[in-house]
């Protein structure tokens, strides 16, 4: 009876502190990291915000501050990029822990990534000295994309992608280019995909689980002649995109069955045309409908003036789209100062305007909506210090 009422209390102080409850007037300044992220006594309540402002941490960005480090230095490092993060006025961190069929945190089910070299745990240090600082951590997999032939070859081989790469080579596991793609049309990948987020739910205390837009890697029909053959189906795109929502559903269906408050996030590229025709991801369905995902973050990589598709726009019609989950406009800054070739007559925009990113977030919260900053390691480089201090004006002043 004690341990109930006190998970109450909790639950009850949950709904009514910072940013979480839409109707708050507290700023989340005001209150402690130990407020916002609360343990009880038999389970941690994630912590999320009602508008996100995230930060993408890529895999590429293990290796400078994990590769060959001592848990020490490692925590020396990921605290200070941390303290970073909140003084940019960031609340949530999208953190790459599975890249490409590899884990950069303790699993059973997939091999170490390259640049986990020592015993500790860098997932588990990481969401402690996030939470420490308020910060929320969604972590970031990529559920199909696995390696190259190099890759493969020297994965441990007691995991099942191994397993698959050894025996159901053009089933399972099937050759793009130079990269093996599982093959999201059998149930056996899906329930792997499905594990592998359930694993991460249960044994960390991770506020969200976030993919992105890796779905189909290829339209050629070759990638999966047989499945389709044998499905009875005449529609290979429809069937494609059924596929998908079974893998995005899996994954939702057992985050959920862990902790109903750990959200689940998908960041599809920017452009629905593409999502829904050459990827086979429907976003219209997932933005529509409950039961998919808590919240979109479209990679809405555009300028002003991008002539085939521009932000302002783009981003219009993703609100418009929302009608059953939360927005989070994705932004970058690795453009800046570098010509966009595919802007068209817009192609200089980012020489010409180095604020873009800043005015990008300015007119997405001022809509209402969430904004998520690709990358980290572009969003602190020097050579842009002008505007990290301008896009860091807009993140903090909408506290």
Not at 72 to 97: C, P, R, V, W
Not at 195 to 222: M, V
Not at 325 to 331: D, F, Q
Request: charged content about 30%.
């Amino acid at each position: 009876m004690k341990k109930m009422i006190f998970v109450i209390m909790a639950m009850f102080f949950l709904c009514s502190c910072g940013e979480r409850a839409a109707d708050s007037g507290v700023s989340l300044s005001e209150q402690t990291p130990e407020q916002l992220g609360i343990v009880t006594e038999d389970r941690y309540i994630p912590l999320n915000y009602e508008v996100q402002k995230a930060v993408w941490f890529t895999m590429m960005d293990w290796e400078d501050i994990l590769y060959n480090k001592t848990e020490e230095e490692f925590t020396e490092n990921i605290s200070a990029l941390l303290d970073k993060i909140k003084d940019m006025g960031l609340n949530t961190l999208y953190l790459h822990i599975r890249a490409y069929g590899d884990a950069y945190y303790n699993s059973k089910l997939f091999p170490k990534g390259q640049y986990f070299t020592g015993e500790y745990d860098p997932l588990a240090v990481t969401i402690a000295q996030a939470h420490d600082r308020g910060i929320s951590v969604h972590g970031w997999i990529n559920p199909l994309r696995c390696g190259t032939d190099k890759d493969m070859q020297s994965m441990e081989g007691s995991c099942t992608i191994k397993k698959w790469y050894v025996t159901e080579r053009d089933s399972y596991i099937c050759k793009v280019g130079d990269r093996w793609y599982l093959n999201p049309a059998h149930e056996e990948v899906r329930r792997l995909i499905a594990d592998g987020a359930r694993e991460i739910a249960e044994n960390y205390d991770i506020d969200g689980l976030n993919i992105d837009d890796y779905f189909y890697p290829t339209t050629d029909e070759s990638f999966d002649d047989d499945e389709f053959a044998g499905s009875g189906r005449d529609d290979r795109a429809e069937w494609r995109r059924e596929n998908t929502d079974l893998m995005v559903k899996g994954i939702y269906d057992a985050v959920k069955s862990v902790d109903d408050n750990i959200l689940f996030g998908i960041s599809p590229q920017g452009n629905m045309d593409t999502d829904v025709n050459i990827l086979y991801a429907d976003v219209h369905k997932w933005c529509g409908s409950k039961g998919y995902c808590d919240y979109i973050a479209p990679q809405l990589y555009y300028g002003f003036r991008n002539e085939a598709l521009p932000f302002e726009p783009a981003l219009d019609s993703w609100i418009e789209e929302c009608t059953a989950v939360k927005l989070v406009a994705g932004i970058c800054t690795y453009k800046i100062g570098k010509e966009d070739k595919w802007a068209g007559s817009g192609m200089d925009e980012w020489i010409n305007d180095t604020h873009i990113p800043s005015r990008e977030a300015q007119r997405a919260l001022d809509s209402g909506v969430g904004v998520a900053v690709y990358s980290i390691a572009s969003l602190f480089d020097k050579s842009i210090e002008e505007e990290q201090q301008a896009l860091r004006e807009v993140l903090v002043n909408e506290e």
